[in-house]
């Protein structure tokens, strides 16, 4: 059963933007700390950004300055907008819900693709 589902992805020049939004269920979305996570291709799954229920971020160093991740209560979504994008970032970007003492819930993902 699909729980969040990631949108936004597609083909974008090196230097540009993009933004990316995980739609999620009420419950879900009210309930627990949410992110943003990627996996380019041949390698391990990475964090992000995340952002919890009073509205702190976190963001990987990597991404610090040029993603920004918000929820929109009204719609139930997480948004990453990204800005000044990289080749090395191409990557299937992942939605996450973050249950403690419970599997975390994980959308399939969206592809973004950084031409040179």
């Known amino acids: 059963q699909v729980q969040l589902v990631e949108s936004g992805g597609g083909l974008v020049q090196a230097g540009g933007s993009l933004r990316l939004s995980c739609a999620a269920s009420g419950s879900i979305f009210s309930a627990y700390t949410m992110g943003w996570y990627r996996q380019a291709p041949g390698k391990q799954r990475e964090f992000v950004a995340r952002?919890?229920?009073?509205?702190?971020?976190n963001y990987a160093d990597s991404v610090k300055g040029r993603f920004t991740i918000s929820r929109d209560k009204a719609k139930n979504t997480v948004d990453l907008q990204m800005n000044s994008l990289k080749p090395e970032e191409t990557a299937v970007y992942y939605c996450?819900?973050?249950?403690?003492?419970?599997?975390?819930?994980w959308g399939k993902g969206t592809l973004v693709t950084v031409a040179s």
């Open positions: 952002i919890t229920l009073s509205g702190n971020t």
């Open positions: 996450n819900a973050l249950r403690p003492l419970r599997t975390d819930l």
